[in-house]
C-alpha cells in the first residue's frame, strides 16, 4: 500500500462549481499535513497546512480524519485559475522533521469556462 | 522571495555518462533535497542534506551520490546515468520548517 494514496482524476469542472479531493495516508504516527499546487510544468508550492480542527484560505478549505487516516481539500466557487494538480502531503515521522515529508502523485484539476 | 535555481531544463545524457545536476538557493537555508518526479509515483525522495557536508540517504538513493561544499549549493550526480534514471529532477530547500521552496525542475532523458 502506498504511504500516501490520492485520486488522480482528472475532475474536469465548470467554473463556480466546489470540488473536492481526499487523500489517504497509511502511517498513523503521521503528524503533520499539507496541500501543494503545482501546475503544468511548474514546480510544486505549498497551497495550505491541514490542522486537526480544519482550516479555511479564501474558497479553500482543508480537513483532517485522523480516526480514518484522510485528509480533504474542498474548493469553492472554482476558478479556471484554479486548474492545476494538488500534491497531498505528510510528514511520516512523529519527529516534525520536514525532511520526512511523503508527496502523494496528485490529483489533476480542469476547471472548464 | 526565495530562489531555487537548477542548473538545466532539458538534459540529454548517454547511457553510461557521469551526470551533475546543480541546485543553488538564496536564503541561507539549511535543509537541501533532491527529488525525482514520475507519473503515477508522485515525488520520491533520493538525498537530503541539512548541513553543509553533511547527507542522508532518501528513499531511493541507488545510483545515486549528492555533494555539499557550500550551504548554498547541493549537487546531485548520476555515476552512471541509466535508462531508468529518465525522469524530472526537483530540488528543494527549507529553513527548518514544512514549507519546501522548489527549483524549476531539470527534465533529464538519458538514451
Same mark, same amino acid.
Given at each position: 500500500?502506498?504511504? *500516501?494514496?490520492? !485520486?488522480?482524476?482528472?475532475?474536469?469542472v465548470?467554473?463556480?462549481?466546489t *470540488?473536492?479531493?481526499? $487523500?489517504?495516508?497509511?502511517?498513523? =504516527?503521521?503528524?503533520?499535513?499539507?496541500?501543494?499546487?503545482? !501546475? $503544468?510544468r511548474?514546480?510544486?508550492?505549498?497551497?495550505?497546512? *491541514?490542522?486537526s480542527?480544519?482550516?479555511? !484560505?479564501?474558497?479553500f478549505?482543508?480537513?483532517?480524519?485522523? =480516526?480514518?487516516?484522510?485528509?480533504?481539500?474542498?474548493i469553492?466557487?472554482?476558478k479556471?485559475? !484554479?486548474?492545476?494538480?494538488?500534491? $497531498?502531503v505528510?510528514?511520516r515521522g512523529?519527529?516534525?522533521? =520536514?525532511r520526512?515529508?511523503?508527496?502523494?502523485?496528485?490529483t489533476?484539476?480542469?476547471?472548464?469556462? | 522571495?526565495v530562489?531555487?535555481?537548477?542548473?538545466?531544463? +532539458?538534459?540529454?545524457?548517454?547511457t553510461g /555518462?557521469k551526470?551533475?545536476? /546543480?541546485?543553488v538557493q538564496?536564503m541561507?537555508h539549511? #535543509?537541501?533535497f533532491?527529488y525525482?518526479q514520475?507519473?503515477?509515483?508522485g515525488? &520520491?525522495?533520493i @538525498?537530503f542534506s +541539512?548541513?553543509v557536508?553533511?547527507? /542522508?540517504?532518501?528513499?531511493?538513493?541507488?545510483? +545515486?551520490?549528492?555533494?555539499?561544499?557550500?550551504k548554498?549549493r547541493f549537487s546531485?550526480?548520476? /555515476?552512471s546515468?541509466?535508462? #531508468?534514471q529518465?525522469s524530472?529532477y526537483?530540488c528543494?530547500?527549507?529553513?527548518?520548517? +514544512?514549507?519546501? @521552496?522548489f527549483?524549476?525542475?531539470? &527534465?533529464?532523458t538519458v538514451?
Open positions: 500500500r502506498k504511504e *500516501v494514496e490520492q !485520486d488522480p482524476g482528472p475532475f474536469n465548470p467554473e463556480g462549481a *470540488v473536492a479531493f481526499n $487523500c489517504t495516508y497509511s502511517n498513523s =504516527a503521521s503528524q503533520s499535513f499539507f496541500w501543494y499546487r503545482q !501546475d $503544468c511548474k514546480e510544486p508550492k505549498l497551497l495550505m497546512s *491541514v490542522y480542527s480544519g482550516n479555511e !484560505d479564501g474558497r478549505t482543508a480537513q483532517l480524519n485522523r =480516526a480514518s487516516q484522510y485528509i480533504s481539500l474542498l469553492r466557487d472554482s479556471l485559475s !484554479d486548474s492545476a494538480t494538488y500534491l $497531498c505528510v510528514n512523529s519527529s516534525g522533521s =520536514a520526512q515529508l511523503t508527496f502523494g502523485s496528485g489533476q484539476l480542469t476547471v472548464l469556462p | 522571495d530562489k531555487v535555481t537548477q542548473s538545466s531544463r +532539458y538534459l540529454v545524457k548517454r /555518462e551526470v551533475f545536476l /546543480e541546485c538564496d541561507d539549511e #535543509n537541501m533532491w525525482r514520475d507519473p503515477g509515483l515525488l &520520491r525522495l @538525498y +541539512y548541513d557536508k553533511m547527507k /542522508e540517504k532518501g528513499d531511493i538513493p541507488e545510483g +545515486y551520490s549528492v555533494s555539499r561544499e557550500k548554498e546531485l550526480i548520476l /555515476e546515468a541509466s535508462t #531508468n529518465t524530472m526537483l528543494a530547500s527549507t529553513l527548518g520548517g +514544512y514549507e519546501q @521552496y527549483g524549476p525542475g531539470t &527534465r533529464l538514451t
